[in-house]
């Protein structure tokens, strides 16, 4: 078995992975990314649509060029990227972290870190995950699947596509399989509100005059061999109703029914998982329950933007360098989720430091407020124009407003 | 035209475990499946079970060929190299009442000469599974019931017994058979035709229209379906034996099945169905799924399902119906083959093999009958040391195609050569696509590799044959 | 007139158009009517959905992103065994006009790019006649790199 020894171990080769790794080696370490497929850029690579980078580039790129960046810098800063290598197990062993992982030209290797950051992205949620009914036919795929098959195998998956689900993937991919010259014939949402950003309803929806079911449920896939069809069922006031069902004749049910943190191989190495975001528990230097190993990106919640994600996983970068280097927050604070928030990550805020939350709402509203309180008492307060599910907040934490906050403070982020 | 002793209609378990046990001998034999691959019929969906032997009375035949048949397993997984294990079955009773059915159970599992079984007391119940419902009053425990791979098992018996002679054809469905002489002339319907002296009907689901076809005793096969959820094996509920119920008259009950692979099965429903192609779930009988696996196991959750599926029992009276027919020559029928099919499927292969005997078949035993198939390395078996090995050896174990089962390039292409090349048949072979992405990463990986191996178009890429095409057109 | 006022009498106007606009997250819903040189908008919270609306009736226009298909230095096309992508990403150097998307996508499925290609190459230069250009996206040599 090949064995190998760097001051950190990147996995995932996406846009968390390589940012992270990118931030790393500015700060003088040894890092090597462990990429399982045959290219850096993760699923950027299949987004081949445009809308990526407006933050961190200033500019509107698609997927790939958005990746192609991040890969220049990594190939430039001469940082290690081993592709087609499969992560097996992290391993504490020895006082020191251990990667084994496999590879066709290296087979298994054994790699000792000092900091290992998890950057694995997520995975979508499936037919099985939201129990949709009815007969086993081929046609039925998560989009991000047929988002492969179609921009990179050159592949068209079916032409008669009903998309259930209006979250931005299946969006996109109504306005891709109709330039692909298939008709979509709907958008199914269970919500009253589309789960997409309102730019991606204007532009992949209305433009086409797709119709968006929302309120609405698949009930049934009907189809022996290939999908012929599905029922839709319309929700009031939270209850079916069967007797307004309707069927929409179809070859093809695309999934975009959320994505879920990739995290099986925390899991395994005894990470602590938050079931609010099913990524890892972090503190506030975004390491895990495992001392040493950090989480970025989507791993470690589902963000809306890459822009976010490289945020997110330089400052992981940044933390794991001065972890490497010794330094520990001497005391710090947990942060709650209040009213209309999910979830608020990280969960731990450190008062010596400026601190980066970010935080998902439960609520759609309009003219409101998020609040930061120590021990009942708002401390800082922005207003937000806008507020939805669909979107994450993000707030900047400061020594000052955590100057009154005591080891036993109650800290919450709340929408009001 | 092809001539052959014995032909076999149906390569599900039973058809599989007739044709290797027929291959033992000097015989040319012919397995004829009407679907793209083996086992894709009742043999891939159910519940994965080697019962333990107290359901039925040793008066019934079933129960008699369900005995005998547990007990060959372990000498099978040997041979076969199929997932395996007996894990031990539990029947959980809930309320003092129950415990008189218990009882019988226990008294038939005696008298059917079941090693091990006990009665338990509450505290034993939580003992032997501490994820039990703490309400459990008591139950019945069979340390030899077990679990294993159906399809995997199937796929064993049929590569078994071609690399003992035997000749499998797929896609060929039975359209009509006629005699000859001594002979039986069997058509396909896409025209193919083979002649054979003896003839084995077990084709399932179509038993009734194939003992027709033959002129043989007119029966209905009333399909029953049986629906399932497969929990990821993340799942915090997963039990260490099989939980089944105190059974009903009609069915077993709702069963939380560890299975061999790490997920956990729940399931089945009993009710029948609308046609022998009604394979559909329904959202009330998944909801009374979660219902009733919950009362034995509190901590399932919904969150843990990856999949839903349903399987039809090939339902025909009370008992099985294994018998020389009356009607047509040389024509030996396997009906109604239901729980515990699986588990007496062994048996079954052997008690035909006498019934052809009995009917003047010629037995003379191959001194080349090799009874061991070629075990495959499984990445997802192997330690980091094992898996290197493997990797030097094989290079493609080293690329991981399916992260979610771990199940490498090197499989697939193993799956591939085996003749199965649909992404079903890849998928009951090696795991891949069974795990908790369904397939979301991997599809595209498994289309393109099937390309490479076999120079299929796209277009010729299904799910499981027939028209179930994965890709509608290129760009 | 009140702002609700102008809207509702528009609405039985056959020239009103509904839209929501989406400049930024607040998603309001714009009604836009067009009398000869007059231009109404309603419903908009700030000057930039009157922009937007403006444009939106007057010149919408698209960024378009598609696939061309790829082609091997030896001229082949990538098969199963060549682990290279058979598309290549290409997109719009600027929004392009939307009436005229279809004619510029039914363009681009017949185009074949060379490998090795550079992602900001130029596929097409002053598409259609239209001044904007069609660059490709994604770096990848002849060996699928």
């Known amino acids: 078995m090949r064995q190998a020894r760097y001051d950190a171990v990147v996995i995932g080769g996406g846009a968390a992975g390589m940012a992270a790794a990118i931030e790393l080696n500015r700060r003088g370490h040894s890092v090597a990314i462990l990429e399982r497929e045959e290219t850096l850029g993760g699923i950027l690579m299949q987004c081949i649509h445009n809308g990526f980078g407006l933050i961190e580039f200033n500019e509107e790129l698609s997927g790939p060029e958005f990746a192609q960046r991040l890969e220049t810098q990594v190939r430039s800063r001469g940082i290690s990227a081993f592709l087609c290598t499969t992560v097996l197990d992290i391993r504490e062993e020895g006082g020191t972290r251990a990667v084994y992982c496999v590879s066709p030209a290296e087979g298994v290797s054994r790699i000792e870190a000092g900091a290992v950051l998890l950057a694995m992205g997520c995975r979508e949620r499936n037919r099985g995950n939201i129990r949709i009914p009815g007969t086993r036919p081929a046609g039925v795929y998560t989009a991000g699947l047929a988002q492969r098959l179609v921009n990179i195998e050159g592949y068209i998956p079916g032409k008669d596509v009903v998309i259930v689900g209006s979250g931005d993937i299946g969006l996109i991919m109504a306005r891709r399989m109709t330039w692909a010259g298939c008709k979509v014939h709907a958008v199914i949402e269970i919500l009253p509100y589309p789960s997409g950003l309102t730019r991606n309803i204007v532009q992949c929806l209305e433009d086409f005059g797709i119709p968006l079911y929302l309120s609405h449920l698949v009930t049934d896939i009907v189809g022996e061999d290939r999908v012929e069809g599905v029922e839709v069922t319309p929700i009031e006031q939270g209850a079916l109703m069967h007797d307004k069902a309707f069927r929409i004749l179809c070859d093809t049910v695309l999934l975009s029914v959320g994505l879920v943190p990739e995290n099986e191989l925390s899991r395994a190495a005894g990470i602590d998982i938050n079931p609010a975001t099913n990524g890892p528990v972090v503190d506030s230097m975004l390491m895990t329950s495992m001392p040493g190993v950090f989480a970025c990106g989507n791993v470690l919640h589902v963000h809306d933007l890459v822009d976010y994600v490289v945020e997110e996983a330089r400052r992981a970068g940044a933390a794991a360098s001065e972890w490497l280097a010794g330094y520990r927050p001497e005391a710090e604070i947990r942060v709650k989720a209040g009213a209309n928030i999910r979830y608020v990550l990280p969960g731990r805020l450190n008062p010596a430091r400026e601190n980066r939350l970010y935080m998902r709402p439960l609520i759609v509203r309009n003219d409101c407020r998020l609040e930061l309180k120590v021990d009942g008492k708002v401390v800082r307060s922005i207003r937000k124009a806008h507020v939805q599910p669909s979107e994450m907040l993000s707030m900047v934490v400061t020594q000052a407003d955590l100057a009154q906050a005591g080891r036993d403070s109650v800290v919450e982020i709340a929408l009001a | ?475 | 007139m009140s702002e609700r006022g102008v809207a509702d009498e528009l609405k039985s106007s056959p020239d009103v158009r509904r839209m929501i606009c989406i400049t930024c997250p607040l998603g309001c819903h714009l009604e836009v009517s067009v009398h000869d040189d007059t231009f109404l908008v309603s419903g908009n919270r700030c000057q930039r959905g009157e922009a937007y609306a403006r444009e939106e009736v007057l010149n919408p226009r698209r960024t378009v992103t598609a696939t061309c298909a790829a082609v091997l230095p030896d001229g082949r096309h990538p098969g199963p065994s060549d682990g290279i992508p058979r598309r290549v990403p290409v997109r719009t150097s600027q929004p392009f006009p939307r009436e005229r998307i279809q004619e510029l996508l039914d363009l681009l499925h017949t185009m074949e790019i060379q490998l090795p290609v550079k992602s900001g190459d130029m596929v097409v230069e002053n598409a259609l006649g239209t001044g904007i250009d069609v660059i490709c996206t994604r770096s990848l040599d002849a060996s699928g790199r």
């Open chain 2, 1 to 475: 035209m092809e001539r052959y002793d014995v032909a076999i209609v149906g390569a599900g378990v039973c058809g599989a475990n007739i044709a290797r046990r027929l291959s033992q001998y000097e015989l040319d034999t012919a397995l004829l499946e009407k679907e793209i691959d083996v086992s894709l019929g009742t043999s891939k969906a159910n519940s994965g079970i080697v019962h333990g032997g107290f359901h039925d009375n040793i008066r019934t035949l079933k129960a008699r060929l369900e005995l005998r048949g547990a007990l060959m397993f372990d000498r099978l997984h040997e041979e076969l190299d199929f997932p395996f294990e007996r894990c031990g079955i539990l029947v959980a009773a809930f309320h003092e009442d129950e415990m008189r059915a218990i009882e019988q159970l226990y008294l038939q599992g005696v008298e059917n000469g079941v090693i091990g079984i006990e009665m338990c007391s509450r505290e034993r119940m939580l003992e032997l599974e501490p994820k039990l419902n703490p309400d459990v009053v008591g139950g019945l425990h069979a340390p030899s019931g077990g679990i294993l791979e159906p399809y995997r098992f199937v796929f064993s018996l049929v590569e078994s017994a071609r690399k003992n002679g035997v000749q499998v054809k797929t896609e060929f469905e039975v359209a009509a058979a006629r005699r000859d002489g001594d002979w039986w002339i069997i058509t396909a319907t896409d025209g193919r035709e083979l002649a054979a002296r003896y003839v084995v009907n077990s084709a399932g689901l179509h038993a009734d229209t194939v003992s027709a076809a033959f002129g043989g005793e007119r029966f209905t096969i009333r399909p029953r379906k049986g629906e399932y959820y497969l929990l990821d094996r993340t799942t915090k509920a997963k039990p260490s034996k099989v939980i089944f119920p105190v059974p009903t008259e009609v069915s077993k009950g709702i069963l939380v099945i560890p299975t061999v692979e790490g997920t956990v099965l729940l399931g089945p429903t009993a009710s029948p169905a609308r046609d022998k192609q009604d394979f559909a779930t329904t959202r009330d009988q998944l909801e009374h799924i979660l219902h009733s696996a919950r009362t034995m196991i509190p901590s399932i959750s919904e969150n843990d399902v990856i999949t839903s599926f349903a399987g039809l029992r090939a339902a025909y009276g009370d008992d099985f119906y294994i018998a020389l027919s009356r009607e047509a020559p040389a024509f030996v029928q396997v009906a109604g083959i239901q729980s515990p099919g699986l588990t007496a499927s062994p048996a079954i292969g052997e008690y035909v093999k006498d019934l052809l005997k009995e009917a003047g078949l010629k037995l003379i035993e191959k001194r080349t009958w090799d009874p061991y198939v070629h075990k495959v390395p499984r990445a997802r078996d192997a330690d980091p040391y094992q898996l290197d090995a493997l990797v030097r050896e094989e290079a493609a174990y080293g690329d991981i195609v399916c992260r979610c089962e771990r199940v490498s390039e090197a499989e697939i292409v193993k799956a591939i050569r085996a003749g199965h090349t649909t992404l079903d048949g890849i998928k009951y072979y090696t795991r891949a696509q069974m795990g908790r992405c369904q397939g979301g990463f991997c599809t595209y990986k498994i289309i393109r590799i099937l390309m490479r191996e076999t120079g299929m178009r796209y277009d010729e890429i299904t799910k499981r044959g027939g028209k179930s095409r994965i890709l509608e057109g290129e760009l």
